[in-house]
């Protein structure tokens, strides 16, 4: 608890430079530039240090003296990095203008990155083990657009981190004003927490866990059967050993005292064991909700429930925690409680599903016993799966195109397949398997509430739930940087 | 309305726009090319085998000719029938694209979602004067093209789905 009772509110943190606050919204709006913090550098080259110990070890594990000299080869790079690192820090700023925040970057290709604030689908800060040493985090602004790049501030002082999240999160809802400090402790509203012992338990009985067993299980045959052929078998399989061991890793990290808050700026995520991470995702920003029921957790009822946001989640190489942009909100948990998170993501989501008719388990036997969908006037759900049941709830507002289907057995069949298109390249929705006359109705149907769904989007009727700002209502539609950014949206 | 697709019927009675007929005709030059190259090859290998010295070498040469030509002109039989089933309709909010015979594909993509509009012609395309105009949506599944449209019809499909596209757009 103590990590993210310091992420969410700064007088606990104990950094001493978060007593003293500078007068309300100065930092930000005064347009003045400012710096990470100087000890940056020595973090990012901590990070590579962790990365030549990792393959350092795998040299040894298999090399001998061949590993150690090609470790001590390293140390000259090791200087090099921190140089580097120097350098990027000294030749970096940041600030905001005019409802951009710039960063400034680069000493020989200088680099200038503006990212309009109204298009912010996230904002996340992470605190990788080293920094946490230090009290500092990172904070991230994912934008729109699969290919854009993350907005990384790393690093700054918890506190800072903290407090600049409140204010971007403010200029991104559209008020002018930033909230005053003494209101910053936002009262978040806890809704779910994940037991510890159920996440462990939950990780050992999922598909990689089985995968890593059946690896042992086959060296020990290998043992029995023929003891020479352990030792080659054995070094070879280290990066494999690793990588499950990585994958795991991450799954525990990730999902290690989630915590699902709800708060005025958006839904609030906090997770991590050693790397910690705290997410808001600002309400009216998700694009889909993905409830997956493993085949080996269904005796036990567990489900885990995914939250798809526009925008990469964290940018290739540096130090991706989750190479997917889908997040767990609900690692694992009952069904209950997953039902509960997912009146709270999207209010009114319905549950009530139509069977595909008998006749799709022609086309598709796997699948045809999850095969269901169902709507109301704001939302579409559709179940499918092989083995995994995975559940997806679409807001009708959110989808990008509409496709129907046919394939020749489908004609056969009298079948036809509605595929929803969301924005991000991760998830994929389709009404399968439908009689081709239900799917016609249900595509026009669909485009007709895809389209009243948008609009009220774009003209509000009320303004955001947030009663503590008389803030205006975001307009999107016309203001929010068609003319600046028109494909990063 | 002389429409070929399974789907037409979900909006009836529209004036659905057809690619150029050239479209058809350039379909079979591309597969008139692809034929070519492929007999080229048979017959320069069996050419070469036959200098070999293999004996009936040329009957089966001949048997790979006849097989090459023969997927040559099914081709081409699937492409006039795919190159007939392609159509669009542009509605007051959104523009239904629909195509294919064997797999058909209705996509309906809202003015509104559209990020951009590209217009692309190959060098076979343009002898034809022909270009290929698609659209892109946030997502990256929903992929609408139309090929073989006229280029002065294509530039006004794009100049007049961007203005569309400007005037309806969503935020994400």
Redesign the interface.
Request: hydrophobic share 35%.
């Given at each position: 608890m103590d990590q993210t009772g310091g992420a969410s509110t700064p007088q606990e943190s104990g950094t001493p430079p978060d007593l003293g606050l500078p007068p309300p919204g100065a930092p930000l709006e005064s347009g003045t530039w400012h710096r990470l913090h100087p000890l940056s550098p020595v973090i990012r080259a901590g990070r590579v240090l962790l990365g030549l110990a990792a393959v350092a070890a795998g040299a040894l594990f298999s090399g001998g003296q061949e590993g150690r000299n090609g470790l001590l080869g390293r140390v000259p790079f090791l200087g090099i990095v921190i140089v580097i690192g120097v350098v990027a820090w000294l030749v970096t700023r940041w600030r905001i203008e005019g409802g951009d925040l710039r960063i400034e970057t680069g000493l020989i290709r200088r680099q200038s990155l503006r990212f309009p604030l109204k298009q912010i689908?996230a904002i996340d800060i992470v605190r990788p083990a080293l920094a946490r040493v230090f009290g500092l985090s990172e904070l991230r602004l994912r934008t729109?657009?699969?290919a854009g790049a993350a907005g990384r501030l790393a690093y700054l002082t918890a506190g800072e981190a903290e407090r600049y999240r409140i204010q971007l999160l403010a200029l991104a809802r559209g008020s002018s004003e930033v909230p005053l400090p003494g209101s910053l402790p936002a009262p978040d509203r806890g809704l779910v927490t994940v037991p510890v012992g159920r996440l462990v338990a939950s990780i050992l009985i999922s598909g990689i866990a089985v995968v890593a067993v059946v690896l042992l299980v086959a060296l020990i045959v290998v043992r029995a059967v023929a003891p020479a052929a352990v030792a080659p078998i054995l070094g070879s399989s280290v990066p494999i050993g690793i990588g499950l061991l990585t994958v795991l890793w991450r799954r525990l990290n990730g999902g290690f005292k989630l915590t699902v808050a709800d708060s005025p700026d958006g839904l609030r995520l906090s997770s991590g064991l050693l790397e910690t991470s705290a997410e808001t995702i600002p309400s009216g920003?998700i694009?889909a909700v993905e409830m997956i029921e493993p085949l080996l957790w269904r005796p036990l009822g567990w489900v885990r429930l995914e939250v798809d946001v526009?925008g990469r989640h964290r940018r290739e190489g540096e130090n991706a925690p989750e190479g997917h942009q889908l997040r767990a909100v609900l690692p694992v948990g009952t069904r209950e409680e997953a039902e509960r998170l997912l009146a709270h993501l999207l209010p009114e989501a319905p549950w009530e599903r139509s069977p595909a008719p008998r006749r799709a388990r022609f086309k598709s036997p796997l699948r045809y016993h999850n095969l269901a969908w169902g709507r109301n006037q704001r939302y579409a759900v559709t179940t499918t799966g092989r083995l995994a049941r995975v559940t997806s709830w679409i807001p009708l507002?959110?989808?990008?195109?509409?496709?129907?289907?046919?394939?020749?057995l489908q004609?056969r069949l009298q079948l036809a397949t509605i595929?929803l298109?969301?924005?991000?390249?991760n998830l994929?929705s389709a009404i399968r398997d439908r009689d081709s006359a239900e799917a016609?109705t249900a595509?026009?149907e669909l485009?007709e509430l895809?389209?009243v769904e948008?609009h009220s989007?774009?003209h509000p009727r009320s303004g955001p739930p947030t009663p503590d700002h008389a803030a205006p209502p975001?307009v999107?539609?016309e203001t929010?940087g068609?003319g600046a950014t028109?494909?990063g949206? | 309305m002389s429409s070929t697709g399974?789907?037409t019927?979900?909006a009836p009675g529209e004036a659905w726009l057809h690619p150029s007929p050239r479209l058809a005709s350039m379909r079979r030059l591309e597969i008139a090319i692809a034929t070519g190259v492929g007999a080229l090859i048979v017959v320069a290998a069996t050419a070469a085998a036959a200098l070999a010295g293999s004996s009936g070498v040329i009957l089966a040469g001949i048997a790979a000719l006849v097989a090459v030509l023969a997927v040559g002109i099914l081709g081409d039989w699937f492409a006039q029938r795919r190159v007939r089933a392609w159509a669009y309709l542009e509605r007051d909010?959104?523009l239904l694209v629909q195509r294919g015979v064997?797999?058909?594909?209705?996509?309906?993509?809202?003015y509104?979602?559209m990020?951009?509009i590209d217009v692309v012609a190959g060098p076979i395309e343009r002898v034809y004067g022909l270009a290929t105009v698609r659209m892109?949506?946030?997502?990256?599944?929903?992929d609408?093209r139309i090929p073989g449209l006229p280029t002065d019809e294509a530039a006004r499909l794009r100049d007049h789905l961007a203005k569309l596209g400007?005037g309806k757009?969503?935020?994400?």
């Open positions: 689908q729109g657009g699969s920003r694009q526009a507002g959110k989808l990008q195109s509409l496709r129907l289907v046919q394939g020749p004609r595929h298109d969301t924005a991000g390249r994929h016609r595509l026009s485009t895809a389209r948008r989007a774009n975001p999107e539609g929010a068609r028109p494909a949206n | 399974p789907l019927d979900l909010e959104d064997m797999f058909s594909r209705l996509s309906v993509v809202p509104g979602r990020q951009f892109h949506t946030a997502a990256a599944a929903s609408a400007e757009a969503a935020g994400l």
